[in-house]
């Protein structure tokens, strides 16, 4: 039988005719909105935040769908498939409770200073040097988080043509620099839309018939029963001096170090995120942009970690590498396409796939382009240029950015799990500038020179952390914890560092802090309002906790 010899085999997908026309003609379509969004990009606020004239609804999905790339699907199948359901931890503690502190509690400072992007919202709050250095890491971080879905997106090119995984790299890169280049944000914005259906449209045809295969949910229980009695689970095995469960870290580890640091870290302070929202037409529409991608985040976990779930079933060792076939946790979605998806299906299957890696990478470059031409570029190099000078930059930085991740595509390929690789760079960037942002929020009191200094501290301690771990991997249970405790460890280093710091250096005026600060002059919660905004339906704060009772309500089952 085909599934029987497949499980042994590598990756190789058998497309018909019909499967390559379905992926031909999504990519007609997304290079033609490249070109429709072009005739909208006038000025550089056009081209790097859409002109801030998107509705709640598409920046929602474009948010949500931005970071479905390769670290969603591919990276959290394989933790699907390495840790169980411990891969719940990601959306219930660590994704979907920092959204809706994003849209309750940071918008209005972001969106009511009127600051185009994070870093600049640093420059706002603490000036030029932590500015400087949070533009730098961003910068850094997104051709290194590029990277990885690119060389994501290259294995199923390889995989469905046999292609060598250099030429399926430049191949990928170069569908996503046409259509950012033409039409920049707005570009991005409306393919994620539009890949966001596509993802659901190849994913649940393969979670349902997964699970048919295994002889449902019954079928995998039994599976593991036998094998792994807490891949099922997502908080047995995490008491405080018992911690048996795969991730390697007990309860308080993962609320701490995942659910707050991690987590609140990424959703808050990753301008690839939050530029969806930046983009929205009014302080509305930018609050309910996370709350609305909270839903469906809720639900992403039921077609990718299940099937990654499917592939340990099945495959047993072979994804550890155990036996030799080549195979990693990374291949637990392309394997599966490859044994149980026919023609047709498979190919709405890979047009799925191939849309989740370039929504995740046009975010990635899109926000990159942002930061380079507006936080460095215009800051720092050419100030006071025409409008026009910066949009030319843009187009020119977007065709850096890609090439950058290019090469950083290939430092992802030595990664065995790329959601652990990409944790590890969250530890490094987005921990600790969290840490400062929430600092700097609450104590008016906080400095430039403490915010410079504990945020360079913040890197370096994760930093350090990191490299221990990788002499001597006994300090920690598994890559996974390791990225937590270096997460918490950072974010107390920052702590630290900033109140000895502080004391010692000379404050703002309080004058110039009004709606950087909480408690410090006011925001208009109601800028550019109209008057459907006011429905019931559309309250921020009833969305938010929606969403939160439906976290607890979710991991019921999985207790």
Known sequence: MRVLAETTSGIHLDLGWVDYLMVVVYFGVVIGIGFVARRQVRTSMDFFLSGRRMPAWITGLAFVAANLGATEIIGMAANGAQIGMSTLHYYLVGAVPAMVFLGLVMMPFYYGSKVRSVPEFMLRRFGKAPHAVNSIAFAVSNVLIAGINLYAMAIVIEAM????????????????????????????????????????????????????????????????????????????????????????ANWLTIVLGLGFVLGFGYWTTNFTEVQRAFSAKNMSAARRTPLIAAFPKLFIPFIVVIPGLIAAAVLGNQLSGADNSGLTYNDAIPKLMQMYLPTGVLGVAVTGLLASFMAGMAANVSSFNTVFTYDIWQRYIRPKMPDAHYLKVGRQVTVVGVLVGIGTAFIASRAENIMTYMQTLFSFFNAPLFAVFIVGLLWKRMTASAALWSYLAGIAAPTVVWIAYLNDDTLFSSATAETMYGAIISFVTVLVVAAIITPLTRPKDVSELKGLVYGVGSIDMRAGAVATDTAWYRSPALLGTVALVLCVVLYLPFL
């Open 161 to 248: 043509l046999g292609w060598s995984l250099w030429v399926a790299i430049l191949v990928s890169a170069g569908f996503v620099l046409v259509y950012i280049t033409l039409g920049g944000l707005s570009s991005a914005i409306y393919n994620e839309v539009l890949q966001f259906f596509v993802i659901l449209a190849g994913l649940i045809p393969l979670t349902i018939v997964g699970l048919h295969r295994v002889g449902g949910w019954g079928g995998l229980q039994d599976s593991f029963a036998k094998t792994d009695p807490l891949h099922l689970s997502a908080w047995k095995g995490t008491g405080i001096g018992d911690v048996t469960n795969p991730i390697g």
